[in-house]
């Protein structure tokens, strides 16, 4: 079961990072190939950096080379929300957290074929690491 999170954008301005309040709440993208994460080989989840939400695990990420971290499934189906996206002159696939609703990245049909197919673009940013040993 989700718990949902909802605050004001005055609270979560207190509470984010400009960066992170500019991705999650706002719909920024980081740089390509910028981001904390792109490169994280460590075994762990990978959590939603507004709300603390669990979102991926380490073994579901994979180097697409597109420039930010990238999974081929989330730890359970209700953690992300996929929504229509027709911002910027494309039409994608957003994906945000199921409990607070920030922005994550985007979902695309390009992934592993063995696996899900799917290749969920996350913002480093907009996710916080919780390596497994330090989940004990």
């Known amino acids: 079961m989700i718990r949902k ?11 984010l990072t400009p960066d992170q ?15 904390a994460y792109i490169n994280e080989k460590s075994p762990g989840i990978y959590a939603c950096a507004a709300c603390g939400q669990d979102l991926f695990h380490s073994a579901g990420k994979y ?19 996929e929504r229509h996206d027709s ?12 409990a607070c609703e ?6 695309f049909p ?5 696996e ?9 940013v907009a996710l916080n690491f919780k390596k497994e040993d330090d989940r004990a």
Do not use: Q
């Not at 999170?5 to 301005?13: I, L, P, T, Y």
């Not at 309040?21 to 981001?35: M, N």
């Open 110 to 114: 390009d992934g592993p074929v063995e």
């Open 63 to 81: 180097d697409s080379g597109c420039g930010w971290p990238s999974f081929f499934e989330p730890v359970a189906p209700d953690c992300i929300i």
């Open 116 to 124: 899900s197919g799917l290749r969920y673009c996350t913002n480093s």
């Open 87 to 98: 911002s910027h002159g494309m039409t994608r696939t957003e994906i945000v957290c199921a």
């Open 102 to 107: 920030s922005h994550l990245g985007h979902v």
């Open 5 to 15: 999170v909802e605050k004001s954008d005055e609270e979560w301005r207190r509470e």
């Open 21 to 35: 309040f500019w991705v999650c709440r706002l719909k920024g993208t980081e740089a390509p190939f910028s981001g």
